[in-house]
């Protein structure tokens, strides 16, 4: 082997050994480091001077700045975490340097509103973030409707959302739907069926799969607690006129209550547990649902949501 | 190590201060007395963070600036200057004039960095009255920032064997820039799916990770370093820099230098 050519292959050797250390490093790295770097880049948590440093690069850096929030939430909901500390001020700094950043109002109020561990629990966050959004876009119904969204489903403040819909519905080609959800809001604030709107509407009036997705689920969670709600009464009132539980759901179908064996969204059948409980058969399949659950539930990480209803 | 790569790198070594690189410690020294003085005056209580923020940020940006300015002509003002004729009908082989000129390199901006902490110490002893334990810290980010320095100096070192001064410059700062962000880039990369998942996460891999030697934020709120992270961020500069020197070896061998 010539002298040359014995450089070359022991310096490709050495490069593809050195490449497969670094990566191998900073996999180690990362390990060692993660959660760190977000509260490293919060050591800034002026808007106002990251935009001077920014050096007209704002809108980058907005970017940069939303990536961080989106994926602070996605870990800390993998691992159901109990705080999300450093979302609002993530969030803050998006909107910050970039104001007119709608996702990350109309997602920064989902993350914000719900409490844990599906969200950060801050709902008055989650407005104060969505009211800065319509500060700076005014003409933008969505930020209304997610406006009245937060008042209506977490604070049950349901004069603040029919407010907040009807501010949104005077907006130049606002959906039509919001004149109606805050007609709505005022007659039947609280009911399942207003939150079954809420979510329909949601659904029909975003083309981003995720939060399609997300609806959906919703949809169907609402669907089963309505469900779990009907039959629980309808076993109370079995139980009423043979002085008994029934000890399965095919004695409320021979009792003439039923048609036939009710089923849940996902197509499998609604099971009887003692003293008249009625539950899901995998609860685990249904997020969001608040009825229909065994005692003592713990739901499992978040995984990705079907985005057809 | 070979007498002629030690010679070659004493010889870039004393060329670069022929340049006059070093006088660009007068700059920081004035800007850096001059921020601590009137900081003093005019703010309260962030005097030392004030000092240590702007003094490791200028350390490492004045070394990158340096290390790229110097970097892209290393080999490439040889051949138009045509003393790397000279240099190589000598006894030395081509992968030892890089690996010299990689060392001669490393060695000013070590030196320079040597003086510029001196100079934060200084600066910092000037507000603060007295040094405090977290201040040790401050030489673990000035190391960090010295193994940030042999990562640049490969890299413009391996744009320098291929390509024009102007465009290893924008290669190796836009490297620079991009690897300050390697953690987000490896954050959107996990995000991704499919082939543009393999593809940004090849990218940011392939991409120098600056950001875990970035510690100036935590060092200068008085954090300690993790051990880990030191040895870490030692091995991770030291593999990065030897893939960077061996590709600048790969090519400058077999380039033809007619």
């Known amino acids: 082997m010539s002298g040359s050519r014995r450089v070359t292959v022991t310096a490709g050797l050495l490069l593809l050994l050195s490449m497969a250390g670094s990566i191998a490093v900073v996999r180690r790295?990362?390990?060692?480091?993660?959660?760190?770097?977000?509260?490293?880049?919060?050591?800034?948590?002026?808007?106002?001077?990251?935009?001077?440093?920014?050096?007209?690069?704002?809108?980058?850096?907005?970017?940069?700045?939303?990536?961080?929030?989106?994926?602070?939430?996605?870990?800390?909901?993998?691992?159901?975490?109990?705080?999300?500390?450093?979302?609002?001020?993530?969030?803050e700094i998006t909107t910050g340097l970039d104001p007119h950043l709608l996702v990350a109002y109309q997602f920064g109020a989902n993350f914000l509103a719900p409490s844990p561990p599906n969200g950060a629990g801050v709902p008055d966050k989650a407005?104060?973030?969505?009211?800065?959004?319509?500060?700076?876009?005014?003409?933008?119904?969505?930020?209304?409707?997610?406006?009245?969204?937060?008042?209506?489903?977490?604070?049950?403040?349901?004069?603040?959302?029919?407010?907040?819909?009807?501010?949104?519905?005077?907006?130049?080609?606002?959906?039509?739907?919001?004149?109606?959800?805050?007609?709505e809001m005022a007659q039947h604030a609280g009911d399942i069926q207003m939150a079954r709107a809420l979510w329909t509407t949601t659904y029909q009036t975003t083309q981003d799969k995720q939060i399609r997705a997300n609806a959906v689920a919703h949809l169907r969670a609402l669907q089963?607690?309505?469900?779990?709600?009907?039959?629980?009464?309808?076993?109370?009132?079995?139980?009423?006129?043979?002085?008994?539980?029934?000890?399965?759901?095919?004695?409320?179908?021979?009792?003439?209550?039923?048609?036939?064996?009710?089923?849940?969204?996902?197509?499998?059948?609604?099971?009887?547990?003692?003293?008249?409980r009625v539950e899901v058969e995998a609860p685990d399949d249904i997020p969001f649902i608040e009825k229909g659950t065994p005692p003592g539930y713990q739901p499992p990480p978040p995984k990705h949501l079907e985005s057809q209803p | 190590m070979s007498a002629r790569i030690v010679a070659i790198a004493a010889n870039t070594f004393r060329e670069a201060v022929r340049d006059r690189v070093l006088y660009n410690l007068i700059a920081f020294a004035l800007l850096l007395s001059g921020a601590a003085i009137l900081v003093g005056q005019i703010s309260i209580d962030i005097e030392r963070l004030v000092v240590v923020n702007l003094g490791l940020t200028t350390v490492s940006l004045f070394?990158?600036?340096?290390?790229?300015?110097?970097?892209?002509?290393?080999?490439?003002?040889?051949?138009?200057?045509?003393?790397?004729?000279?240099?190589?009908?000598?006894?030395?082989?081509?992968?030892?004039?890089?690996?010299g000129k990689f060392f001669g390199l490393a060695g000013t901006l070590v030196v320079n960095a040597f003086f510029m902490a001196i100079g934060v110490l200084a600066a910092l002893l000037y507000v603060a009255h007295a040094y405090h334990?977290?201040?040790?810290?401050?030489?673990?980010?000035?190391?960090?920032?010295?193994?940030?320095?042999?990562?640049?100096?490969?890299?413009?070192?391996?744009?320098?064997?291929?390509?024009?001064?102007?465009?290893?410059?924008?290669f190796a700062f836009s490297l620079f820039v991009i690897g300050s962000f390697g953690d987000d880039l490896?954050?959107?990369?996990?995000?991704?799916?499919?082939?543009?998942?393999?593809?940004?996460?090849?990218?940011?891999?392939?991409?120098?990770?600056?950001?875990?030697?970035?510690?100036?934020?935590?060092?200068?709120?008085?954090?300690?370093?993790?051990?880990?992270?030191i040895v870490y961020n030692t091995a991770y500069a030291l593999l990065y820099a030897g893939v960077a020197l061996c590709g600048a070896v790969l090519i400058f061998e077999r380039r033809n230098l007619k």
């Open chain 1, 127 to 183: 407005i104060q973030l969505v009211e800065f959004g319509i500060q700076n876009n005014p003409d933008d119904w969505h930020l209304y409707y997610e406006l009245g969204f937060v008042y209506y489903l977490e604070l049950k403040d349901y004069a603040k959302a029919a407010d907040a819909f009807d501010r949104g519905s005077k907006v130049p080609h606002a959906h039509p739907f919001l004149k109606i959800l805050a007609a």
């Open chain 1, 29 to 91: 790295l990362d390990q060692v480091r993660s959660g760190a770097t977000l509260e490293e880049v919060l050591y800034i948590s002026s808007p106002k001077l990251l935009k001077r440093m920014s050096l007209g690069y704002e809108g980058l850096l907005a970017d940069i700045y939303w990536t961080r929030a989106v994926q602070y939430f996605g870990n800390r909901l993998i691992v159901r975490a109990s705080h999300y500390n450093l979302l609002a001020p993530l969030l």
């Open chain 1, 224 to 276: 089963v607690d309505q469900d779990v709600t009907i039959l629980e009464q309808m076993v109370g009132l079995y139980r009423e006129q043979t002085g008994h539980w029934p000890s399965a759901m095919a004695d409320l179908v021979t009792a003439g209550m039923l048609r036939a064996l009710p089923r849940d969204p996902t197509g499998r059948p609604y099971r009887l547990a003692v003293e008249g």
């Open chain 2, 63 to 99: 070394g990158v600036v340096i290390a790229i300015f110097i970097g892209i002509g290393l080999v490439s003002k040889e051949i138009e200057k045509r003393t790397l004729y000279t240099v190589l009908s000598r006894p030395v082989r081509r992968w030892e004039f890089i690996v």
């Open chain 2, 186 to 229: 490896r954050g959107f990369a996990a995000m991704a799916h499919g082939l543009t998942g393999l593809l940004a996460t090849a990218a940011a891999y392939l991409v120098p990770n600056l950001s875990p030697l970035n510690v100036i934020s935590s060092v200068a709120h008085e954090q300690p370093v993790a051990s880990q992270l």
């Open chain 2, 133 to 170: 334990k977290p201040d040790g810290w401050i030489l673990v980010a000035v190391y960090f920032i010295i193994l940030q320095f042999l990562i640049i100096c490969s890299l413009t070192l391996l744009f320098s064997c291929f390509s024009s001064p102007l465009l290893s410059a924008v």
